[in-house]
């Protein structure tokens, strides 16, 4: 499944990288992360993810040469809010 402006990020399929979504430009005044979830496509794990500020890190790991997976991270925030990002991350050899 595509989906339009998803920022996109290569990796190699031995690599466990950490990727971030910042969140500050969207939060209100004095409102905080107090939930996160990332969720990768079936085949790429998420194998930790933390909040920092503003800003939810994970790290990933496995993922198929030649395969793209989209990468969902949906935050709650102290406001009640929820809202999701999504990034692609594409496997390739490096």
């Known amino acids: 499944m595509a989906f339009p ?3 996109s990020f290569i ?3 031995q690599a ?3 990727f971030n979504w910042d969140w500050s430009a ?5 409102e905080t992360i107090t939930e996160q979830t990332v969720t990768p496509d079936a085949g790429l794990t998420a194998d ?3 909040i920092s500020g ?3 890190a994970a790290w990933l790991s496995g993922g198929v040469t030649g395969t793209s997976y989209i990468v ?3 935050i709650t925030t ?3 809010r929820t809202e999701t990002r999504r990034i692609q991350i594409v496997v390739q050899l490096r």
């Open 11 to 13: 990796k190699d399929p």
């Open 26 to 30: 969207w939060l209100g005044e004095g």
């Open 16 to 18: 466990v990288l950490d």
């Open 78 to 80: 102290s406001a009640g």
């Open 48 to 50: 930790s993810s933390s």
């Open 72 to 74: 969902a991270c949906t």
């Open 5 to 7: 402006y998803v920022s």
């Open 54 to 56: 503003h800003v939810v």
